[in-house]
């Protein structure tokens, strides 16, 4: 089934990690990167959410999932290794209008994670569509070999090139035409390849 690629902002916006575990805990580690407000059920936790816990990083509670967890949540992951509970996360979500994401069974969901490689403020997301993580995972890794932190410098000048730009009041095709100018200069130098005239 085809996804749409989206970006969502999920500054202070709630989401629900139910599960402790390994696969949990690196949710839970991207979602607080993109500085959602965390929450985790589960009956046992790994070391690492525990920690995070204490800090007050994510709030967690300890036990099991109830439907009654979703209140005011916009994302829940379901990363148990029950696939019960995970399909009853699921409908309990879906039934609400929730976006909700299956770590061991995709298709129940209605979102997935992509493998994401970040230079700066430039992110490179890889996805299948839930059909193979791990071959998302090993493509972004390819990449990264490629795409270097260099490519996230560049984008910093550009976005200032840009700025620039809408301060003058030029026409918008104008600005995208340069922008777009300045961007295949700066690909083709870190490439390593000749600029054509």
Same mark, same amino acid.
């Given at each position: 089934?085809?996804?749409?690629?989206?970006?969502?902002?999920?500054?202070?916006?709630?989401?629900?990690?139910?599960?402790?575990?390994?696969?949990?805990?690196?949710?839970?580690? *991207?979602?607080?990167?993109?500085?959602? #407000?965390? =929450? &985790?059920? !589960?009956?046992?936790? %790994?070391?690492?959410?525990?920690?995070?816990?204490?800090?007050?990083?994510? &709030? !967690?509670?300890?036990?099991? @999932?109830?439907?009654?967890?979703?209140?005011?949540?916009?994302? %829940? %992951?379901?990363?148990?290794?029950?696939?019960?509970?995970?399909?009853?996360?699921?409908?309990? !979500?879906?039934? =609400?209008?929730?976006?909700?994401?299956?770590?061991?069974?995709?298709?129940?969901?209605?979102?997935?994670? $992509?493998?994401?490689?970040? =230079?700066?403020?430039?992110?490179? *997301?890889?996805?299948?569509?839930?059909?193979?993580?791990?071959?998302?995972?090993?493509?972004?890794? =390819?990449?990264?070999?490629?795409?270097?932190?260099? @490519?996230?410098?560049?984008?910093?000048?550009?976005?200032?090139?840009?700025?620039?730009?809408?301060?003058?009041?030029?026409? #918008?095709? @104008?600005?995208?035409?340069? &922008?777009?100018?300045?961007?295949?200069?700066?690909?083709?130098?870190? #490439?390593?390849?000749?600029? #054509? $005239?």
């Amino acid at each position: 089934m085809p996804y749409l690629p989206l970006n969502i902002d999920m500054h202070d916006r709630a989401a629900l990690v139910v599960g402790g575990g390994e696969v949990a805990c690196r949710k839970v580690r *991207a979602l607080l990167a993109a500085a959602a #407000s965390v =929450r &985790v059920v !589960a009956p046992t936790m %790994v070391p690492e959410i525990s920690r995070l816990a204490a800090s007050g990083d994510v &709030v !967690a509670r300890v036990g099991c @999932y109830h439907a009654e967890d979703l209140e005011n949540v916009f994302l %829940v %992951v379901a990363a148990t290794n029950d696939a019960g509970v995970n399909d009853r996360v699921a409908g309990d !979500a879906r039934q =609400r209008g929730i976006l909700v994401a299956v770590t061991d069974a995709p298709e129940l969901g209605n979102c997935t994670f $992509p493998a994401v490689l970040r =230079r700066g403020g430039l992110e490179i *997301a890889v996805a299948t569509g839930g059909r193979c993580p791990a071959f998302a995972a090993l493509v972004r890794d =390819r990449l990264a070999g490629v795409i270097g932190d260099d @490519y996230g410098v560049a984008l910093e000048r550009l976005a200032v090139e840009r700025e620039k730009l809408l301060t003058e009041g030029n026409d #918008s095709t @104008y600005n995208n035409k340069i &922008v777009r100018l300045l961007a295949a200069r700066l690909i083709a130098e870190l #490439s390593g390849h000749k600029e #054509s $005239p």
